[in-house]
């Protein structure tokens, strides 16, 4: 005879792991021309048409306001901050001529643990002061 309920802990386990470890989609109405943006364990990241200077200028003055920036290099898209005690890694990459990805991580605690308030607050900032 088999015994399901002795199972229950460990595929609620398992289904715990799965969910923690993949990559969601979320809909988001009018955040951009993709119409949303994945969540990973870290970070988030959306596709729009913005120009890349702008977007850029932005995102500098919003980590600039919020934290201390450390590291800029706009060549490679990369600006790295420390705000409220977590590091951040904002980037931007031309996905085609019209379009941009816009990624902001943030860990907390020596970069041990996500901080997804966090780039979740400045993703929504940078993309609303862009416009």
């Known amino acids: 005879m088999l015994r399901t309920h002795n199972n229950i802990p460990i595929v609620a386990g398992l289904c715990i792991v799965l969910l923690c470890n993949g ?49 800029v290099d706009k060549g490679r898209g990369i600006i790295q901050a ?20 816009l990624r902001v991580q943030a860990r907390k605690f020596q970069k041990i643990f996500p901080d997804m308030d966090l780039a979740r607050r400045l993703y929504s900032m940078i993309l609303k002061e862009a416009g």
């Open 82 to 101: 420390k705000v409220g005690g977590s590091d951040v890694k904002f980037h931007l990459e031309q996905a085609t001529p019209h379009s941009v990805v």
């Open 23 to 71: 990559c969601t989609l979320l809909a988001v109405g009018a955040a951009g021309v993709a119409g949303g943006y994945a969540v990973s364990n870290d970070g988030v990241e959306g596709i729009f048409d913005k120009n890349y200077n702008q977007l850029w200028q932005v995102a500098y003055d919003v980590l600039g306001r919020q934290g201390n920036i450390q590291i």
